[in-house]
Structures are given as C-alpha cells and as structure tokens.
C-alpha cells in the first residue's frame, strides 16, 4: 500500500507565536492578523481577508455585513452543526431549515424553494466535510428569489467545484480554523470576500466598531470582540504556509484509509462529484448495515472517531430550541447522517494508526448483526 507523505515540518511554529508574544502587552497589536489577512488574499486569490476569533464569529460578522437581522429568515440546511445556526438566531433572525439530497449530499433546491417567503433574506450552504455542493444551481436558485450566499467553508478550505472554490460562491465564505481543522490556529476563522464594504464592515464589528467603515463614526453602534489574538494570527500565518503540504497530507490519509476498507464488509465509498476537487476532510463511506447509526457509535467506543457516533451529530432541525408543533422533519438529512460513517482525521495520523483505524472498522463491521 502507498505510504503518506511525510508529515510537514512544524519547526518553525512557534517562532511567530514568539514574537507576537515579544510585543506583548499591546492592547491596538494587530500586526500579526493584518500579515496573515495578506496571505489569505494570495493563498485563496481573494480580494479582501477578515481574520477572526472563529468560525461561528466568522458567519456572525458576514450575515451582519449583508444586512441579516431582526425579523429576516436564513435558508438552513438541516444537514449542518448548531455553530452554523447560532450567528443567525443571535442576530435576531430565523433559521429555516432546508433539507438534503442523500444521492449527492446537496441541497434540495425544491424543498428550499417550497420555504422561501417574502421575508427570506440569505442562505447558508455548509460545505459538511469538506464536501461542496454545485455552484451554479447555488447561484441560480439565490438569484431567482434574490438571496444572498454566505458560504459556511468551515472545513472545506482546499475544496472547489467546477472550478470555484469554496467559499467564493457567494457574497462571503466563512472559514473556522479550530483545532483539527486543516489550515488550524486552535481557535480562530476567517471570511473571504470580494466585496470591500462587507469586510469593512465585518472589521468594524469584530472590534467594538472602532475601526469603523466608511460614512460611519467609531463605537456609533453596539459590536462585538471578535478579534483574532495575535499570538493565533502568528501560527495561522506559519500554518498557512505549511497548507499545500497539509492538504496533500490530508488527502493521501483519506485515500490511504479507504483502500484498505475497499472490500470491508456493509460500507460503500461515498465518491465525490465529478466536477469536485475535495479536500478529503472526513473519509466518508456509506454505512449498508443494519441500525447504521448505532455502529458508528459502537466504532465510536473502540476508538475509531467519527462525526455521529464521536460527537452525536444530528440534523440541526431536530435540537430541541428548533422543534414545533407544526415541525416536519427533513428526512434527507436525517438519512445522510444515520447512514454516513464520517472518520475523523488530524495530521498527525500515520500509516499506524490509520492501519489501526482499518482493522477495527473491518473487523466490527464483519461481525455486526444488531
């Protein structure tokens, strides 16, 4: 079997970190933020780059910048994380979720058009697992009933489709740089756009609105702390280097792990689109044995991290803060995460451990009968 490639070198990340940490205290230092912001806008050919204090701040900063607030509502995909929905519901507005074609895992634009209302201000397609649906019905449908894209990229850094990558389909795309993400920070995000009065925009708010945009006064309205610390900026930077070689990494991992699962019993890969360049962030096979769910738990417990099974992952329109009386579930979503095994994967897992990985989804899936 075809070995990874090594992993990148982090000599070096710290260095940065030191020298923020150098010119600290420093309550107005941005210097770091504002160098790593540069390297966003060669690294991803974008215009302008917000960095922030994650990814949720990230939605926040855009959904505010395109004008999202009390009494609007914000086309959801039910198949999304509850970090997608907070910015929406603190910003006054409704989510309303959407479902999800479980044959290709993206959106189901009749379902979506079938809740759209004359109060129906934006929509948020989510890039779960890296994986991106495509642009141009995204963009035909928003178009058609006059919706603005803020893009949830959070782990698709390193995707693209038919050409386009993610996080540029719409007015902004919204990156998280958490720990185990690809590009990481430990904590942290960043907004790409084209668009310069929504980074001023999103830069005001990120600081209290002391930097405000233009035709506004300083601290003339309410704002957040959403700041990018800078000691987190200096390692985004240093990381942001080392992404080409993160990438390929992640994606040789993933390519790795599925071949050695490729005649394991009950799963199926989940390919993506032909037109698609995926980062590979979550290996994803279809699950084809009985209570699919409950083995992705059981692998959970035997020490195979996964989306469902580690970290409970559920359609989003089922949270109880969600939940009415007149509530019609999205099925599709429902169906993708009860039947998608979604392995979880860092840098830092070798052949070794992706070897182990293997064995045990083999062995339990050969042996599973509940």
Known sequence: MTGLPPLPAT???GEGMAAALAGM?????????????HDLTQAFTSRHAVAVSSGTMALHAALSAVGVGPGDEVLVPALTVIMTVAPVVQLGATPVFIDSNPDTLD???ADAAAKVTARTKAIIPVHLWGR??????????????????VEDAAQAAGTSRAGVPAGAGGAAGCFSMKDGKILWSGEGGFILTADPAL????????????TPPPG????ERIALNGRLAEPLAALAQANLRRFPALLERRRAQAAYLLRALASARGLTLLKPATDETWNHYAPLLHINLPNPRAFAEHLAQQGVPNSTGSFRLVPCDTRPMFTRADWTPCRGAAQILNRTLALVLTERDCEKELDRYAAVIAREAAAWTT
Not at 25 to 37: K, N, V, Y
Not at 133 to 141: K, T, Y
Not at 201 to 210: E, K, Q, T
Not at 216 to 219: A, I
Request: aromatic share 12%; no cysteine.
């Open 11 to 13: 000599k070096g990340l």
């Open 199 to 210: 980074a001023a925009h999103a830069r005001a708010l990120r600081n209290h609105w002391m």
């Open 25 to 37: 205290p420093d309550p107005a230092g941005a210097e770091f933020a504002a160098r790593f912001e």
């Open 132 to 149: 991106m649906g495509d642009p141009a019905s995204l963009r035909a449908f928003a178009a058609k009933w006059g919706l603005t894209i």
């Open 216 to 219: 506004s006064r300083p601290q």
């Open 107 to 109: 959106l189901e634009y």
